[in-house]
């Protein structure tokens, strides 16, 4: 019995001391996020737009993190601090076609969401240009209204 416990309390001491904690960045993709690009790809279906546009994590996380700083205050809303993320996202991969699109809203509705941006020109044509990829950044403030960042960009396949 004595020899049982001995072995298990081994087993056991060497399993948790094998184990090594994962230092790997992980992204928590939001549902609405994933909501907000699921509107963006239907609307860009409806216009003949069907070819590849995937919700791009490594373009969720710097979305998040650029949404993040506005609803905290460390930049004012608008995109004329996204080159530092896509920089960023440039030393992991070759994006073409680079855009961004930022928006403060008090709105949790995904297609609410796309069809304030769709209302504006400017916001349209970008939608709708040649891109492959999309990441979607959503944060909130203390009183409930929402820093939305899209990134969309155009990579190689």
């Known amino acids: ?12 001491s060497i399993l948790l001391f094998s184990c090594k904690d994962d230092d790997s960045n992980f992204v928590q993709v939001k549902s609405i996020e ?28 710097e979305a998040q993190l650029y949404s993040n700083k506005m609803s905290t205050g460390l930049v004012p809303i608008g995109p004329q601090g996204l080159d530092e993320h896509w920089e960023r996202l440039d030393e992991l991969y ?5 855009s961004g699109l930022v928006m403060k809203t008090d709105s949790n509705d995904p297609n609410q969401i ?44």
């Open 34 to 61: 994933t909501e907000i690009y699921n509107s963006i790809k239907s609307y860009r279906d409806s216009k003949d737009l069907t070819g590849p546009f995937v919700h791009q994590y490594l373009m969720v996380e």
């Open 94 to 98: 070759t994006f073409y076609n680079r």
């Open 1 to 12: 019995m004595k020899l049982k416990k001995l072995l298990l309390i081994s087993a056991l």
């Open 114 to 157: 796309t069809d304030g941006l769709i209302q504006n020109t400017q916001a349209d044509s970008i939608l709708l240009s040649d891109v492959t990829q999309c990441g979607v950044g959503v944060e909130s403030d203390p009183d409930g209204n929402n820093y939305i960042t899209i990134l969309l960009a155009k990579a190689d396949s």
